[in-house]
């Protein structure tokens, strides 16, 4: 890490949302521009097969 990269880390109490935006852009430059929930892609395929279920069962029910 070189002295500039340290200095960054100690301020990094002091960052506002858009320097923690600019600095995940800058480390991690290919998950820019995708929507990113913070999910995996199994869970969020689960998630929506279980919504799926569940909308199915309730129009099944009425």
Do not use: C
Request: hydrophobic share 45%.
């Amino acid at each position: 890490m070189d002295e500039k990269e340290e200095e960054e880390w100690q301020d990094a109490s002091d960052w506002d949302d858009e320097d923690y935006d600019e600095f995940l852009q800058r480390e991690f430059p290919d998950s820019a521009g995708r929507r990113n929930t913070g999910l995996p892609t199994i869970w969020r395929w689960t998630a929506w097969i279980l919504l799926a279920i569940a909308a199915l069962l309730w129009v099944l029910t009425m």
